[in-house]
């Protein structure tokens, strides 16, 4: 009784590693979010597809856990690293009662590193991630999370920036970072990663907070020393003040 929880990172083939791609050809039964399932799927030896829609997670690992039960090789995709805002996490829960289940983690690469790499360095010291999707964490406490990131001077990536129902979300955010850090503060955006379409802009705090973004968007905000070299964005690990640049 198998099942593998399998982060495809941004969808790519050739930004999915080796593991992915193996554990992938081992399975019969591919289970996910639609969009991730049609990312993969030729990669995918099987014939059995499994899907569920948006907000139906609790269903969708459910499904995986019972077929997995039922003797098949399971593989649960998830966009991006499968713990990171991915079914990792409730996979387990779901499966608690079953010890004779065996699930493996699979990493990918997460967004924030994708899309740092399309960027250049914004993520080469201290940084926090967060969503800012509230369907299952209150603003409130969204709210609390950006101002302790940014009264330390934290790197900042943001998942889940804006949505049709939450289309001002990220000029809430940046609000809140605007209490602490300066309106110049050096951030970017990164659109479709490792996909089509993918696009990239480097701006100020000031110019984020009148942004559009979507589901597909992520965002980086910069520390206090972040700056543009070369036309990157880059977040200086400290390497200048030992004096050996």
Not at 8 to 31: F, Q, S, W, Y
Not at 49 to 77: D, F, S, Y
Not at 220 to 230: A, D, E, H, L
Not at 234 to 244: D, I, L, S, W
Request: glycine residues 8%.
């Amino acid at each position: 009784m198998k099942l593998y929880v399998i982060g495809i990172g941004p969808g790519g083939r050739e930004d999915m590693t080796l593991r992915a791609v193996n554990a992938l050809k081992d399975c019969d039964t591919l289970v996910g979010y639609p969009v991730y399932v049609d990312l993969v799927k030729h990669l995918f030896e099987g014939e059995r597809i499994l899907t569920t829609p948006m907000k139906q997670e609790i269903e969708r690992c459910t499904m995986a856990v019972e077929q997995a039960l039922a003797g098949h090789t399971v593989a649960m995709v998830c966009s991006g690293d499968a713990g990171i805002y991915g079914m990792a996490g409730l996979i387990l829960e779901v499966a608690k009662g079953h010890p004779e289940l065996d699930v493996e983690i699979v990493p990918g690469v997460t967004a924030a590193l994708s899309g740092a790499a399309v960027l250049g360095a914004p993520l080469a010291h201290d940084f926090a991630v967060i969503s800012l999707s509230d369907l299952l964490t209150p603003w409130e406490t969204i709210a609390a999370r950006l101002r302790a990131a940014a009264q330390a001077d934290f790197a900042v990536c943001l998942y889940n920036p804006a949505s049709k129902k939450r289309a001002d979300y990220l000029h809430r955010a940046c609000e809140i970072l605007l209490e602490t850090k300066s309106p110049q503060t050096v951030c970017a955006i990164v659109r479709n990663i490792g996909r089509q379409g993918e696009s990239s802009r480097i701006l100020t705090l000031e110019q984020l907070s009148q942004t559009p973004a979507d589901m597909f968007t992520t965002v980086f905000i910069g520390n206090s020393m972040t700056k543009v070299v070369g036309g990157k964005m880059v977040t200086p690990r400290g390497y200048e003040a030992k004096g050996t640049l």
